[in-house]
């Protein structure tokens, strides 16, 4: 099992490009989540989705969107980046039922200049 | 609002020191509190402690919960260089307890 995975790992934008960050997981979890982590801000909720077929905007969604793919697979889409959106991101899973511990991948540094 | 604080912002111990990590929080319908472990890269899931569980115990961690102060903490005893981490504190929150709520967390630098 690969857990949660995230691709790219790192990438370089500049402001004004768009790109789109993907996830996916192999553990048959219901929800998937998105956060971004700053210095001294530790982990905000950009978007989550609770099942396959919904979507729900978190604490910090402004700036982007995102898709539900199908159950295993969760992107975070950044149509026009600006600098305030470099950051790590953070791709998460959990199962709809049971426990609350989420599942979290390796994560993605962006830099926007 | 729903809210998760950790303190201190960031600790230096010696090797073989105790430490003691704090989490305090509020939440509109408590459930249960989440320790993670963050190196380098993803958080890791340590404890979870629901509103049944008081105490935790995994090797040199131990966290208790404490329900009636809303607050929890975090144990590590004999620490070790591997310990150095950042230490997140989460609640569930929303309907279902479906999302997360973390704290800002606590650096530990373990030195030799």
């Known amino acids: 099992n690969a857990g949660v995975t995230q691709t790219p790992k790192f990438q370089v934008l500049k402001t004004g490009q768009s790109m789109t960050l993907q996830c996916a997981q192999d553990?048959?979890?219901?929800?998937m989540y998105w956060y971004r982590q700053d210095p001294g801000m530790g982990l905000r909720l950009i978007y989550y989705?609770?099942?396959?077929?919904?979507?729900d905007k978190g604490e910090v969604p402004n700036g982007y969107n995102v898709s539900r793919l199908n159950k295993r697979e969760f992107s975070l889409r950044l149509e026009s980046a600006a600098p305030s959106q470099t950051s790590v991101y953070f791709c998460?899973?959990?199962?709809?039922?049971?426990?609350?511990?989420?599942?979290f991948g390796p994560g993605t540094r962006l830099t926007v200049t | 609002e729903d809210k998760v604080v950790q303190s201190p912002l960031s600790l230096v111990v010696h090797e073989g020191d105790t430490v003691t990590l704090n989490c305090s929080y509020e939440?509109?319908?408590?459930?249960?509190l989440l320790w993670y472990k963050q190196e380098k890269k993803a958080p890791t899931f340590l404890f979870m402690l629901?509103?049944?569980?008081i105490e935790k115990k995994s090797g040199r961690l131990s966290s208790i919960l404490d329900k009636k102060e809303l607050f929890s903490i975090l144990n590590i005893t004999a620490t070790q260089t591997g310990d150095s981490a950042v230490y997140l504190c989460?609640?569930?929150?929303?309907?279902?307890?479906?999302?997360?709520?973390f704290g800002t967390g606590t650096q530990l630098k373990v030195e030799l």
């Open positions: 989460a609640v569930p929150v929303g309907g279902g307890g479906n999302k997360l709520t």
């Open positions: 629901t509103s049944s569980g």
């Open positions: 553990m048959n979890h219901n929800s």
């Open positions: 939440v509109t319908n408590f459930r249960s």
């Open positions: 998460a899973s959990k199962l709809l039922a049971g426990g609350y511990e989420q599942y």
């Open positions: 989705s609770a099942s396959e077929g919904t979507t």
